[in-house]
T-cell receptor
């Protein structure tokens, strides 16, 4: 059974810091891994999608890496801003047409 | 192209009541998935509908049921509501053409259900 874990559960950093969010999964047989952002009480916004054959994806200040063999992904946020404050969720798909999510990392960037 | 929409935005019910949540899929998508997200948790897969048929189900009791209509919109019905059913309910639409290539689902804004 696939399980997804995110560490840390919460993170508070001063504005301008570079930070790394971690995601681990127990079954390496995934199709892809996706990082989402969720603002309080809102739906999910897709940030980056990494196919199982890829090692990383970049979008602006965000960079996500994937190491399937070790069951790990990291989301790197450069030069953090208060507007980055949100919960970040990672999810994997394994060809069963559903996402399996982690519990998220709550990020607060202090001005 | 319109995105995924859900209604209502918020809903308050009491224990034992029944509720129906609605979802309109993104244009061109014939697959809808439903997720339950309890406070402080990640979303949990409830079930998926493809061409009006259930196409996979998570670990939820039978009082959670669904429908998909010919226009691919969908309903989630929950009977005999319990306090633990209080959550954000998310629907996501996708196209089978994407599975195996991008496996991408597009999420709606969610319906916040409170059970008192």
């Amino acid at each position: 059974k696939q399980e997804v874990t995110q560490i840390p559960a919460a993170l508070s950093v001063p504005e301008g810091e570079n930070l790394v969010l971690n995601c681990s999964f127990t079954d390496s047989a995934i199709y892809n891994l996706q990082w989402f952002r969720q603002d309080p009480g809102k739906g999910l916004t897709s940030l980056l999608l990494i196919q199982s054959s890829q090692r990383e994806q970049t979008s602006g200040r965000l960079n996500a890496s994937l190491d399937k063999s070790s069951g790990r992904s990291t989301l790197y946020i450069a030069a953090s801003q208060p507007g980055d404050s949100a919960t970040y969720l990672c999810a994997v798909t394994s060809g069963t047409y559903k996402y399996i999510f982690g519990t998220g990392t709550r990020l607060k960037v202090l001005a | 192209e319109t995105g995924v929409t859900q209604s209502p935005t918020h809903l308050i019910k009491t224990r034992g009541q029944q509720v129906t949540l609605r979802c309109s899929s993104q244009s061109g998508h014939n697959t809808v998935s439903w997720y339950q997200q309890a406070l402080g948790q990640g979303p949990q897969f409830i079930f998926q509908y493809y061409r009006e048929e259930e196409n996979g189900r998570g670990n939820f009791p039978p009082r959670f049921s669904g429908l998909q209509f010919p226009n691919y919109s969908s309903e989630l019905n929950v009977n005999a509501l319990e306090l633990d059913d209080s959550a954000l309910y998310l629907c996501a639409s996708s196209s089978p053409l994407d599975w195996g290539s991008t496996d991408t689902q597009y999420f709606g804004p969610g319906t916040r259900l409170t059970v008192l």
